[in-house]
Nanobody, 131 residues
Framework: EAQLVESGGGLVQAGESLRLSCTVSGLSFKDYTIAWFRRAPGKEREGVSCVSGGDGTTYTSHSVAGRFSISRDSAGKTVYLQMNNLKPEDTGVYFC????????????????????????WGQGTQVSVSS
């Protein structure tokens, strides 16, 4: 059974950094795209960044580009979201998700962050940024 488990959330002050981890099991990363989504209080869930296991490309939302970056370990078991210069508006629950229908994050661009593509979801980790 495919499973995604997020970790690394917490409470930080504005301007600080956090690195979230998504531990992947039960699926072959080379056949999937793994994405990070977030849900801010009172808002819809939005796509943040994704990485494709097949071609290794990434795509990051313009709303966080330059501050957030996604990466994976060489074993394909963990996907990271490095978040720098955090702002209070980054507060929310962060989820990782897996899709077998996206071959190339770079080629699909913003379309790769549409949550309808994703069928496996983690439980989420809370990120809180104080001003």
């Amino acid at each position: 059974e495919a499973q995604l488990v997020e970790s690394g959330g917490g409470l930080v002050q504005a301007g600080e950094s956090l690195r979230l981890s998504c531990t992947v099991s039960g699926l072959s990363f080379k056949d999937y795209t793994i994405a990070w989504f977030r849900r801010a209080p009172g808002k819809e869930r939005e796509g943040v960044s994704c990485v494709s296991g097949g071609d290794g490309t990434t795509y990051t939302s313009h709303s966080v580009a330059g501050r957030f970056s996604i990466s994976r370990d060489s074993a394909g078991k963990t996907v990271y979201l490095q978040m720098n210069n955090l702002k209070p508006e980054d507060t929310g629950v962060y989820f990782c998700a897996a899709s077998s229908r996206i071959e190339s994050a770079q080629s699909m661009g913003v379309i790769a962050l549409v949550e309808g593509w994703y069928t496996v979801w983690g439980q989420g980790t809370q990120v809180s940024v104080s001003s």
